[in-house]
């Protein structure tokens, strides 16, 4: 597609519960990140990979958290036993490989509730 | 170990008046800083980036941004708002090693008619 894409673009859940959020990145960018957006707030840096590289996984606030990525294309974020406090806006983004200063292409974002 | 810090968390402006955004930064290596648009239910659009070339730096929709190391700032401005400029505006560092961005807590800009 032409941008990065996200699903759901809303998730609602009761806590305890687990949930997947979907990132499809823009087509040949190696890189792709996961951030988090509280309410009201800057975004957070949670994970980033790079081609077959180790992600870096240095953001991740626990370890409920995890990401994975299929090759340079799709990549899931998880959360189990999601909490009160995660509720927040999760965003992905994407660029091109190689220089640090490549800008980063924003995907629309998924709103997540937990109840 | 980098930092953003946007100085107002809210900017109310008028129609047709000028828009300042301050932000100062905090970085270990050279930076590379961005300003990035949040409307409302949208996703984040890149205003602008300095990336150690020119220090005044235009972006779309009318804004620059001048980097000045010596006071370690990137303000973002605009000399005449517009009411479609309404939005969020972040000011981010990336550092050298990952591109991992820091994001400032954001300003909330109103633009009365």
């Known amino acids: 597609g032409a941008g990065v894409s996200q699903s759901p673009s809303n998730k609602v859940t009761e806590k305890g519960k687990d949930v997947e959020l979907r990132c499809d990145p823009i087509?040949?960018?190696?890189?792709l990140y996961w951030y988090r957006q509280r309410l009201g707030q800057g975004l957070e840096f949670l994970i980033y990979?790079?081609?077959?590289?180790?992600?870096?996984k240095s953001g991740l606030p626990s370890d409920r958290f995890s990401a994975e990525r299929t090759g340079e294309s799709v990549s899931t974020l998880t959360i189990q036993r999601t909490q009160q406090e995660d509720s927040a806006v999760y965003l992905c983004?994407?660029?091109?490989?190689?220089?640090?200063?490549?800008?980063?292409?924003f995907g629309p974002g998924t709103r997540l509730t937990v109840l | 170990a980098q930092s953003v810090t946007q100085l107002d968390s809210h900017v109310s402006v008028s129609e047709g008046t000028p828009v300042l955004l301050r932000c100062n930064y905090s970085?270990?290596?050279?930076?590379?800083l961005f300003w990035y648009v949040q409307h409302p239910n949208k996703g984040l659009q890149l205003l602008l980036k300095?990336?150690?070339?020119?220090?005044l730096v235009k972006g779309i929709n009318g804004f620059e941004a001048e980097f000045k190391k010596s006071e370690t700032s990137f303000h973002l401005t605009k000399p005449s708002a517009h009411m479609s400029d309404a939005a969020e505006y972040f000011c981010?560092?990336?550092?050298?090693?990952?591109?991992?961005?820091?994001f400032g807590g954001g300003t909330r800009v109103l633009v009365k008619p």
């Open positions: 983004a994407s660029s091109f490989p190689g220089r640090t200063t490549d800008t980063q292409y």
């Open positions: 087509s040949g960018h190696t890189a």
């Open positions: 990979f790079q081609g077959n590289s180790a992600p870096d």
């Open positions: 970085s270990s290596y050279s930076p590379s």
């Open positions: 300095y990336t150690s070339a020119a220090t």
């Open positions: 981010v560092v990336s550092a050298a090693a990952g591109n991992k961005l820091t």
